[in-house]
């Protein structure tokens, strides 16, 4: 099989695992004590015929299949639902708001991977001296803080106390320099950053941890492997086989990690969008939660488990397609 | 049966190492005593059990005393601490106070207090209540769960295997937190609790542990005592629960140790955004959403619930580090 159609064949794989997703939330949604109108109107006294007319309205007088059937319908052609509390389309409020969570998620990736692979390989060469220990220690640390304390902790020092950094929104690459005052692009890249520092530090630190520890490990081991044994043998500079031979074996795991924890990321990126006042998608269900605006909430949870799925799929293709090992098909 | 506990599947098989049950389990607890890492974590996790262990029954002293203890807590009786959840009188009240190390600090609140001018240091004391509990609690209830799918699917396998595990993929597609917050929120009918969140976080965790069982039983399932039972006429759900199960259940304990570390660092998220433990419950993520607006006014309110989640969980981590290489042989040198 080819990389085209290995590819196809990953998506179409993807299709029941998002109808599943579309049922399990649209049960949870109609799974709660009293009907969703009720919660719609919470705190808010309404008499039995402005509840009926709602009812109708969102067609909730039908039976639960009906009304499944109804809302996939709607979904296929792009139409996910309508906010009550917002009297929006869901799809508009889901495009207007994932900027910005898809910037914080990409960069907080591009901090983990850029801190954790070097500092893995090097852990991994210099193994049980003492930058292997503090490196080890710092790892532990990583994975034992919540990423909205380390937000908190980040605002506490370099915003409050030290006031170098901002504590709070981003600032959009994609608007253009003069909505923000910026004089020209320089400026305006330099602000971008400036903003997305602390909470992309915040939410890559876990990913960081978790990946610099895989790193480290793959490569202890993939370094005592015979292909790197052989081409010691055969003389091989070691720096050639730190690059050619050792590292791009160790590099599998951590396709697969990356695509995995894509699903930490994104709930974490709930907690740290509340943090920081970001914006974005994780702000927007956090408060379709609290107005239990119920189509919206399974919108957003529809879309985020889709950005996880097809990332999964993404880091599945990138590792069969660096992999020389694998062949693609028998991919189970 | 006899012949279903006697291990005979050793035999058939001399490239695997095998351990039998009961040397293994003695083998890992003299391994984890070597091992420094895991003893560290063990410590760690004992003094949180036991502050845990104590807040439940100082919590629970009327119910467990059958109401004759009902307006006594140890807390009140012993230095340090004050009642966790009552409200101090409008007038003497002393809110905001910073820890007792500060210039303006007092040794009566070693941490201060918060902005309602309850004790800071009994409240983050209490926490582990809340926090250890339900993260124990879910784990657990993940790791039944789990199981059983797990155990069904890979020992039947076929149509039953496919069904489950594209449930379980389905699950699994929904980022945790997200997954918990709908599900508490919806279940709950719109007020949140504690009890929630732990069966919400439990169903969470469903796939993870039941993707290595299953695979565990997947290798178990081919054991020649396994064979040796069926034909002896057990039944399905005896040679599950007897020998599957048992057998396929070690490297599901080092991950259930991890979990439990993930499990309390997602019920901390879940409370610091207000869909856990409720006020004036004390709890750690909880208190961390208060402290969230006084960032400005008092910085030590948001560092020390803070400090108290990290140290539980490195506990946990650190036990779970030490176990899984006392079992892994391949990272010995």
């Known amino acids: ?332 | 049966m006899a012949v279903g506990e006697s291990q005979i599947g050793s035999g058939s098989e001399p490239a695997e190492k095998e351990v039998e049950p009961d040397t293994g389990w003695r083998n890992t607890a003299r391994k984890i005593k070597q091992d420094t890492t895991a003893r560290w974590g063990m410590y760690v996790i004992g003094f949180v059990l036991a502050i845990t262990a104590y807040t439940l029954v100082d919590g629970n002293l009327s119910r467990l005393t059958f109401g004759t203890m009902s307006d006594f807590t140890f807390a009140e009786a012993l230095p340090f601490f004050e009642h966790p959840e009552r409200l101090p009188a409008p007038g003497e009240a002393e809110t905001n106070q910073p820890p007792a190390f500060h210039a303006d600090g007092s040794l009566s609140h070693p941490l201060g207090t918060d902005p309602n001018g309850r004790d800071y240091f009994t409240r983050i004391v209490y926490g582990a209540q809340v926090s250890v509990t339900v993260g124990i609690a879910a784990t657990f209830l993940g790791l039944v769960g789990g199981t059983a799918v797990g155990a069904v699917a890979g020992y039947y396998g076929g149509w039953v295997d496919d069904a489950l595990m594209r449930a379980v993929e389905t699950v699994y597609a929904i980022p945790p937190l997200i997954l918990i917050i709908v599900f508490t929120v919806f279940v709950s009918g719109g007020s949140p609790d504690v009890q929630f969140a732990i069966v919400g976080v439990g169903l969470a965790f469903v796939p993870v542990f039941a993707r290595i069982i299953r695979s565990e039983v997947l290798s178990v399932r081919e054991m020649d005592y396994i064979e040796a039972a069926r034909a002896a006429g057990v039944k399905d759900r005896n040679i599950i629960l007897r020998h599957v199960i048992p057998n396929s259940f070690a490297p599901v304990m080092v991950y259930a140790t991890l979990q439990i570390g993930v499990t309390i660092l997602i019920v901390a998220g879940l409370s610091f955004l207000g869909f856990g433990a409720q006020p004036p419950t004390p709890d750690w993520g909880e208190m961390l959403n208060t402290s969230h607006g006084y960032m400005h006014s008092n910085v030590w309110l948001s560092i020390w619930p803070g400090v108290a989640i990290m140290i539980t969980i490195m506990g946990f981590n650190l036990f779970g580090d030490g176990l899984q290489d006392a079992l892994d042989p391949r990272l010995e040198d």
């Not at chain 1, 981003?170 to 004089?183: F, I, Q």
């Open chain 1, 1 to 332: 099989m080819g990389l085209l159609r290995y590819t196809t064949y990953r998506l179409i794989q993807a299709i029941p695992v998002l109808i599943g997703v579309s049922i399990l939330t649209f049960a949870l949604a109609n799974l709660t004590p009293g009907d969703p109108v009720r919660l719609m109107l919470q705190g808010q006294e309404a008499d039995q015929e402005t509840i009926e007319r709602l009812e109708a309205q969102y067609g909730l007088d039908q039976p639960i299949h009906e009304r499944y059937l109804t809302y996939m319908g709607g979904l296929v052609q792009g139409d996910m639902g309508h906010s009550f509390h917002r009297n929006a389309p869901v799809s508009e409020l889901i495009a207007n708001r994932i900027g910005p969570t898809l910037l914080l998620v990409l960069s907080a990736y591009v901090f983990a991977l850029a801190t954790s692979i070097p500092l893995g390989i090097i852990a991994a060469k210099r193994r049980n001296d003492p930058f292997d220990h503090v490196s080890r220690i710092v790892a532990l640390f990583g994975v034992s803080t919540p990423s909205f304390w380390i937000g908190i902790m980040l605002i506490l020092i370099f915003a409050v106390q030290l006031g170098w950094l901002p504590s709070s929104d981003l600032v959009y690459p994609w608007w253009s320099p003069e909505t923000y005052g910026h004089d020209g692009y320089g400026e305006h890249f330099y602000q971008v950053i400036r903003h997305l520092l602390l909470p992309m530090i915040a939410l890559g630190t876990l990913q960081m941890a978790t990946l610099m520890r895989v790193e480290r490990t793959q490569m202890i081991e993939s370094l005592q492997g015979e292909y790197v044994k052989l081409a010691r043998a055969y003389g091989v500079p070691e720096r050639t086989i730190m690059r050619k031979h050792a590292f791009q074996v160790a590099q599998l795991p951590i396709i697969t990690i990356v695509g995995l924890n894509l699903s930490t990321a994104l709930g974490g990126s709930v907690l740290i969008e509340f943090v920081f006042d970001i914006n974005g998608l994780g702000r927007l269900f956090y408060e379709a939660i609290i107005q239990l605006d119920y189509q919206l909430i399974m919108g957003i949870t529809m879309i985020i488990a889709t950005m996880f799925v097809i990332g999964v799929v993404i880091t599945d293709i990138a590792y069969a397609y660096i992999d020389p090992r694998v062949t693609y098909g028998e991919s189970e």
